[in-house]
């Protein structure tokens, strides 16, 4: 009785813990973001969709002076964070502030993680996905023109801006209310995005990714690479990669740029 007494007391200390982390976690998250939107006009925590009855969810800046006709262009910024972490509280404060008063309204969304040995970076990209479809399909609402939006993001965000920009509209389709939605990417800055995806021995340029624990799938890893989708008619991209990359090699920026030039 004593030794179930202590495990119990001992097993709600530990889930104690990982709440009071969790809530800790959430509040510093908040004070992050009060602080990088402050003086801004800004919609926070819009629900674009729902994945497994859990909200999924992006904030939307807004000019405070409507200076286009049709609507406010738009930037979408997709944060990195190995598509398992990360948060898209990073975007406020001087250049959304410099957009705005542009006229340019910009959106900063979160989407579904990948899980070890669970699930791929599917759900990330099909997230996005639903996020500029969900633009669409309420540009009205928040003043936006749903033919002038730019994607960009870093790492992470780098590849699921690409993907957004070359991946056909058919694929990774996502919320039931959003299918038959077709947004269009007037350009793209992808940032340190990995363009080609290899098994856990690279490939021939040293871009290699890691199925979070899962078995290495060949067709898999081609629907997730952008290299694979490079086409005629695809929007202007603006490419950004530092040369000393050591995590995502400059190789693949290279590789890709000289793909759509040709």
Request: net charge positive; with cysteine; glycine share 10%.
């Amino acid at each position: 009785l004593a030794a179930l007494l202590a495990a119990s007391l001992i097993s709600g200390t530990f889930a104690q813990s990982a709440q009071e982390r969790e809530a800790k976690k959430l509040a510093e998250i908040k004070q992050r973001a009060d602080r990088l939107y402050k003086g801004l006009n800004v919609e926070r925590d819009v629900v674009y969709k729902k994945f497994k009855g859990k909200d999924v969810t992006m904030d939307i800046v807004l000019p405070r002076e409507q200076k286009f006709k049709g609507g406010a262009p738009i930037l979408v910024n997709i944060h990195g964070g190995g598509w398992n972490g990360g948060d898209r509280y990073h975007v406020g404060g001087p250049w959304a502030k410099a957009l705005n008063e542009k006229g340019i309204a910009v959106a900063t969304i979160s989407y579904t993680f990948a899980e070890d040995g669970k699930t791929d970076i599917t759900n990330c990209i099909t997230d996005v996905k639903d996020a500029l479809r969900f633009l669409v399909k309420n540009s009205k609402k928040y003043g936006i023109d749903p033919t002038r939006m730019i994607t960009t993001g870093h790492s992470a965000g780098g590849h699921l801006a690409f993907m957004l920009a070359m991946a056909d509209q058919n694929l990774f389709l996502g919320d039931e209310s959003l299918q038959g939605v077709k947004y269009k990417v007037a350009c793209a800055v992808p940032q340190s995005g990995p363009v080609l995806f290899g098994d856990e021995k690279g490939s021939e340029y040293g871009l290699y990714f890691v199925l979070f624990g899962k078995p290495y799938d060949r067709a898999l890893m081609k629907k997730l690479s952008p290299i694979n989708y490079v086409k005629k008619d695809l929007p202007p991209m603006l490419i950004l990669h530092g040369k000393n990359d050591e995590l995502v090699p400059i190789e693949g920026a290279e590789l890709i740029k000289s793909r759509l030039e040709a």
